[in-house]
């Protein structure tokens, strides 16, 4: 549903008005201040104990560490509300006048459809652009990145798939996904660079233009079944729906190398915990 209320419209407005009336300061006036709710207190607390604690995001750990970690709440009722609160919240992160590694994190506690993290995934990933008044402004400026309590994307191996298994699989070429499946066998289940989110595959023939061996994503592979959850999904979950605002340009800054270093760490470390490890690590945040 994405129709406004007369309640929540007001609450978007009257963020927006609070940023447009001070738009002759300085953008960075408004990071680095305290979260805005009870709501953006328990993210920022998740924030610092998690993804910056367990080292999983050296970059939000310099981003907090200068002040420019923003935490607002969205108190919209409905994917519209909550989308004409993001424009206002572009609008401030596309200022010239910003400090590099400014970003924000929009905390979304009351919309009741994103209980499902299906849904709320598929708005942060493809519906926010539809509901955008402006979304050429977003498009190649912003990257949105979802934080939810059920976060759910990643799933290792249908049981029953192993080191040797015969599979129908799709092939990656030129950066993007075929349109339809081949033979392949399961070379390797985990690697330091991807942890278990992708395997190693041999196509049984040659595919004209890409390579016979490839890591895929363990949803390439054609199967019935679901495998079980991975540990790589809790670092995304966060105590309320989450909406993180990241400046692409911010993004470029960074090496294709240290971004890749950073992936093949985090992998290593989920394998190492596990979600044993992990219920450690959250049971000492919660107390």
Sequence with gaps: DSSSSDSSSSDSSSSDSSISSSSNDHASDHFGVPPDSEYAQQVQKWT??????????????????????????????????????????????????????????????????????????????????????????????????????????WRGLPKGLQVGSTVQSYWGFIGSKSTETAPATILETESKAFGKKKVKIRFGNTIEGCRQDQFVPIDWIDHTDSGPPLPNNFMHRSPYPTIHLISNKDLASFSIRTISRVKRKNAQRMMDLGWEGLAKRMANYEH
């Design 48 to 153: 610092i104990h998690i993804p910056i604690g367990l080292g999983l995001c050296p970059w939000a750990g310099k981003s907090y560490n200068r002040k420019c970690l923003r935490f607002v709440t969205c108190h919209g009722k409905h994917p519209s509300d909550v989308s004409h609160f993001v424009g206002s919240e572009i609008e401030l992160l596309t200022k010239t006048k910003i400090e590099p590694l400014s970003s924000t994190l929009i905390v979304c506690p009351e919309v009741a459809i994103w209980k499902d993290f299906q849904v709320f995934e598929d708005y942060v990933t493809s519906g926010i652009y539809g509901d955008l008044e402006n979304s050429e402004m977003a498009e190649g400026r912003i990257t949105f990145v979802a934080f939810h309590p059920e976060f759910l994307r």
